[in-house]
């Protein structure tokens, strides 16, 4: 009896001793990374039949009984996973139980406009395409936003998605940070502002965005506009005439572009042009609103950066002719 009792205690600790050293081993791999994908309300055998057919090369019953033996197997969460060369069954359940899914990032930059972000959507890494051959009107139906135009509508950041994620998901999160930001902006609005909505500060915020050649010049900048349009004066900006030409502009703002009518051209039309013309970042939101408090209507490039900004026309002359023409 005794014999029979020692033998079976030997063989239990073989098995728990072969069962540890399972569980920190590392597993065969069809390809490195293997991209295991698991939906929501998959069951733990259901898991560790998708890491088979994915490409981990083990036996899925046993990793299914590693799952329940654990008492995690209720916590996997569905996602979207890279298993690396390396991974055991140990450092693979904690991956799954605490959701380590594969993120890629995607930057929206400041000054982008809404094509040039549809043209990063398209080349995103493992961004599955649901805009792709869509028009513009028919993504912002889908964003719940019909009959909103697109530009300006998202904001400028940096966002994680996990791999297969939808390109319109990464859009509706880009969306209503624009709204959180711009409504933190306009709560934030000087008195006597030139802009009468929100959409204004928008538009303003996008010409504030396109013209600031350093940072430290925008709340002059969004002053000069601010004045113009108190006094009904042409905001007469490049910009917008550049937004207005699309993709006919080759570079080169001629003359013939300036006097070239678009609903853009503020230097044919009076008042802020009919939508936003860039994606504004948080700076230019601000400085829309809180411009600084001055007299200058007009503004001219120094050529280091900065601009010059001047009350009078006479004085405008001047600065244009000592720094544009080196008179």
Same mark, same amino acid.
Do not use: C
């Given at each position: 009896?005794?014999?029979?009792?020692? !033998?079976?205690?030997?063989?239990?600790?073989? =098995?728990?001793?072969?069962?540890?050293?399972?569980? %920190?081993?590392?597993?065969?791999?069809?390809?490195?990374?293997?991209?295991?994908?698991?939906?929501?309300?998959?069951?733990?055998?259901?898991?560790?039949? +998708?890491?088979?057919?994915?490409?981990? $090369?083990?036996?899925?019953?046993?990793?299914?009984?590693?799952?329940?033996?654990? !008492?995690?197997?209720?916590?996997?969460?569905? *996602?979207?996973?890279?298993?690396?060369?390396?991974?055991?069954?140990?450092?693979?359940?904690?991956?799954?139980?605490?959701?380590?899914? +594969?993120?890629?990032?995607?930057?929206?930059?400041? *000054?982008? %406009?809404?094509?040039?972000?549809?043209? +990063?959507?398209?080349?995103?890494?493992?961004?599955?395409?649901?805009?792709?051959?869509?028009?513009?009107?028919?993504?912002?139906?889908?964003?719940?936003?019909?009959?909103?135009?697109?530009?300006?509508?998202?904001?400028?950041?940096?966002?994680?998605?996990?791999?297969?994620?939808?390109?319109?998901?990464?859009?509706?999160?880009?969306?209503?940070?624009?709204?959180?930001?711009? @409504?933190?902006?306009?709560?934030?609005? =000087?008195?006597?502002?030139?802009?009468?909505?929100?959409?204004?500060?928008?538009?303003?915020?996008?010409?504030?965005?396109?013209?600031?050649?350093?940072?430290?010049?925008?709340?002059?900048?969004?002053?000069? &506009?601010?004045?113009?349009?108190?006094?009904?004066?042409?905001?007469?900006?490049?910009?917008?005439?550049?937004?207005?030409?699309?993709?006919?502009? @080759?570079?080169?703002?001629?003359?013939?572009?300036?006097?070239?009518?678009?609903?853009?051209?503020?230097?044919?039309?009076?008042?802020?042009?009919?939508?936003?013309?860039?994606?504004?970042?948080?700076?230019?939101?601000?400085?829309?609103? $809180?411009?600084?408090?001055?007299?200058?209507?007009? &503004?001219?490039?120094?050529?280091? !950066?900065?601009?010059?900004?001047?009350?009078?026309?006479?004085?405008?002359?001047?600065?244009? %002719?000592?720094?544009?023409?080196?008179?």
């Amino acid at each position: 009896m005794r014999i029979w009792f020692v !033998g079976l205690l030997i063989a239990v600790a073989g =098995a728990a001793g072969g069962a540890v050293w399972w569980l %920190n081993q590392p597993l065969g791999l069809a390809a490195d990374p293997v991209d295991l994908a698991i939906e929501p309300g998959t069951s733990a055998r259901g898991v560790a039949q +998708a890491a088979v057919d994915a490409g981990v $090369q083990v036996d899925p019953t046993l990793l299914y009984w590693w799952f329940r033996l654990s !008492g995690h197997a209720r916590e996997i969460r569905a *996602g979207s996973y890279e298993i690396n060369a390396g991974t055991t069954p140990r450092s693979l359940l904690r991956k799954l139980v605490r959701g380590e899914e +594969a993120l890629r990032a995607l930057t929206l930059v400041e *000054g982008w %406009n809404f094509r040039q972000v549809r043209e +990063a959507l398209s080349k995103a890494e493992h961004l599955r395409q649901e805009t792709r051959g869509l028009s513009d009107d028919l993504i912002m139906q889908k964003l719940a936003r019909p009959g909103l135009h697109p530009e300006g509508r998202f904001f400028p950041d940096t966002y994680t998605y996990a791999k297969g994620s939808s390109d319109l998901a990464v859009l509706q999160r880009a969306l209503r940070a624009m709204d959180r930001q711009l @409504d933190a902006a306009w709560r934030q609005r =000087a008195p006597n502002l030139a802009l009468r909505t929100p959409d204004e500060a928008l538009t303003l915020a996008s010409i504030v965005e396109k013209e600031t050649g350093r940072p430290s010049d925008r709340a002059m900048i969004s002053s000069v &506009f601010n004045n113009r349009l108190r006094i009904g004066m042409m905001l007469q900006t490049d910009p917008t005439v550049i937004y207005g030409l699309g993709t006919q502009f @080759d570079g080169n703002l001629r003359r013939r572009d300036l006097l070239a009518d678009t609903p853009w051209n503020t230097y044919t039309r009076a008042g802020l042009p009919p939508t936003p013309i860039a994606m504004p970042g948080k700076a230019s939101l601000l400085a829309a609103v $809180q411009p600084a408090q001055s007299k200058a209507l007009y &503004f001219v490039a120094r050529g280091d !950066g900065t601009s010059h900004f001047s009350a009078s026309l006479d004085e405008h002359n001047r600065a244009v %002719n000592k720094y544009q023409r080196g008179q």
